[in-house]
């Protein structure tokens, strides 16, 4: 996920419960005012718990009465609605009542709840405007020429691989193999097809994260420092998408280091992974130690795709 959107969400959710915190301080002051029986209980309940916390702190063995709260609940439900409110009208506001506005689901694995991820899906549709998508692929920008190394023409070889890459967005996470290099000169569409493999997994409901090489070292370092630590998002989205690798700054006991204790860790989980990058084959052995080098050409794990042809940005926009 783009960091922009991150921080935009993070800002959202917080916003939201301050929102639900004012309404439910205004719901609260309401009743007072054209409630009295509903006051007077509430303040008896407020009275009741302040006693279990003192007892609370001075005998170890003291269990809240839960039936005695219970009674203080249903007695005040029962004086809103003898006044016309709702029974539930005190009770916490929140937008999504799944995470409480939080964004996260607590249980056994704690995740990223369903509202969270539609308004992730949704601003970044807004970033990107709609238009890294399978649905949105436009042949038309290749040429139909037929590049060295290939025996069909660009356009055909794209819309191949289009296809290819669509169906292991479609199939994930029972895709084989589990990950993917494409490699190539720049202006092939790498990264169109890394961002159409994200937001198809993002609509379909999981977690993946497209980012730059450089900023996974950028965020591993900051981690490595001790400042921010947001390699979770690294080390547990669905599926991670590091693009433009080789680009990364080449920080000595930083970058390859960290670079193959990420790899390590995600195959480990069984996490998948997809790279793109401009090195060519024998370039990436040469930047990258074996350990690295031999986890991205394992081909029983990772399928290995080379895209050739003319850079397409060097090509005039065919019409509408």
């Known amino acids: 996920m783009d960091r922009r959107i991150r921080e935009a969400l993070a ?104 509202c969270y991820r539609q308004r992730a899906l949704e601003l970044s549709s807004a970033v990107t405007d709609g238009t890294q998508s399978f649905e949105a692929f436009n042949a038309q920008v290749f040429p139909e020429t037929v590049p060295e190394g290939l025996t069909i023409t660009q356009r055909k070889a794209m819309l191949l691989l289009k296809n290819y890459f669509e169906k292991y967005a479609d199939s994930f996470p029972a895709q084989q193999p589990r990950d993917l290099l494409l490699y190539g000169k720049s202006g092939l569409g790498k990264t169109y097809l890394l961002s159409c493999i994200a937001r198809r997994l993002q609509e379909r409901g999981y977690r993946a994260e497209l980012v730059s090489a450089y900023d996974v070292i950028r965020i591993m ?56 990058t401009n090195l060519n084959t024998e370039e990436i052995k040469r930047r990258y130690n074996e350990r690295i080098a031999s986890r991205l050409f394992d081909h029983t794990l990772c399928q290995v795709v080379e895209l050739l042809g003319q850079d397409v940005r060097q090509r005039p926009r065919p019409e509408a």
């Open 221 to 276: 370092r900051d981690a490595y420092f001790g400042r921010e630590d947001d390699t979770a998002r690294l080390y547990d989205a669905d599926l991670l998408l590091i693009d433009d690798l080789g680009m990364e700054p080449m920080m000595e006991n930083i970058t390859i280091e960290q670079l193959f204790q990420l790899i390590n860790a995600r195959r480990s989980r069984g996490l998948a992974m997809v790279f793109s």
């Open 11 to 114: 800002e959202e959710y917080r916003a939201q419960r301050e929102r639900n915190a004012a309404e439910e301080a205004r719901r609260r002051e309401e009743v007072r005012a054209r409630v009295p029986q509903a006051a007077r209980l509430m303040d008896a309940r407020q009275a009741m718990i302040e006693r279990f916390c003192r007892q609370a702190l001075t005998d170890e063995s003291f269990v809240t009465p839960e039936a005695e709260l219970r009674k203080a609940n249903a007695g005040i439900r029962a004086a809103l609605a003898a006044a016309g409110y709702p029974e539930d009208y005190l009770e916490p506001v929140a937008r999504c009542p799944k995470c409480m506005d939080t964004g996260v689901m607590d249980g056994d694995v704690r995740r990223e709840c369903d």
